[in-house]
């Protein structure tokens, strides 16, 4: 069965200190990944694809099939990168069936 | 606000009543999918369609729920006989076959099962 895991519910950090939001999955065949961020008070919206193997407001995120994880990662985190994340993953099977992980909240205190 | 748009925002409604949501894709997006998600909790996937063919299930929508996308556009979803465990947020989200496979969320329809 295909399984998303954030093992933190909550991570506060201070302004410019470095993130890392854990993500690791569960999946026998080649995955898609994707993270995910809602921001107070707007709907869930894509921040990133490993495919695209962009940087997307600072983020990026390497997906390690070795250790199946997709870490999110930011050098230096500013007040506005609070959010919750989710993790995301699609079954390169001919599936289009997105399974989330239960989201990590982001407080980045000033 | 050309983005994915769900009706109602919010529904309260005793148990035993049946309720439907309705969401209206991005305009020519082919995929729709809906899903559900509880307050600690991510999406859950329920259901998604590929213009007006229902694809994949979950078990998760047992036989009270129903969704229909009859011509390929609006999509609705409806609970029958709603009890307490219903209650959530439940979230439509639209895609472009060959567009990166990024899917597009709507702000969701918060139900209440008083």
């Known amino acids: 069965a295909q399984r998303v895991t954030q093992p933190e519910k909550l991570l506060s950090v201070f302004k410019g200190a470095p993130v890392e939001l854990k993500c690791n999955y569960s999946?026998?065949?080649?995955?898609?990944l994707f993270w995910y961020v809602q921001y107070s008070r707007q709907r869930l919206q894509l921040l990133l694809r490993h495919i695209s193997r962009e940087s997307i407001k600072g983020f990026t995120a390497d997906l390690n099939k070795g250790e199946t994880s997709f870490h999110l990662k930011k050098p230096f985190a500013q007040e506005e990168d609070s959010a919750m994340y989710y993790c995301a993953l699609r079954a390169l099977s001919g599936t289009y069936k997105y399974i989330f992980g239960t989201g990590t909240r982001l407080k980045v205190l000033a | 606000d050309t983005g994915v748009s769900q009706d109602p925002r919010h529904k309260i409604t005793k148990r035993g009543q049946n309720v439907t949501f309705r969401c209206d894709p991005i305009?020519?997006?082919?995929?729709l999918y809906w899903y559900r998600q509880t307050l600690g909790q991510g999406p859950e996937f329920l259901t998604y369609f590929q213009n007006e063919a229902q694809l994949e299930k979950s078990r998760l929508l047992s036989d009270r729920f129903s969704a229909e996308r009859p011509k390929g556009s609006f999509s609705t979803l409806e609970i029958q006989r709603t009890e307490q465990g219903d209650s959530a947020m439940y979230l439509c989200?639209?895609?472009?076959?060959?567009?990166?496979?990024?899917?597009?969320f709507g702000e969701g329809s918060w139900l209440t099962v008083v």
């Open positions: 989200a639209s895609s472009l076959e060959g567009s990166g496979n990024t899917i597009y």
């Open positions: 305009s020519e997006h082919n995929r």
């Open positions: 999946y026998s065949g080649s995955p898609e």
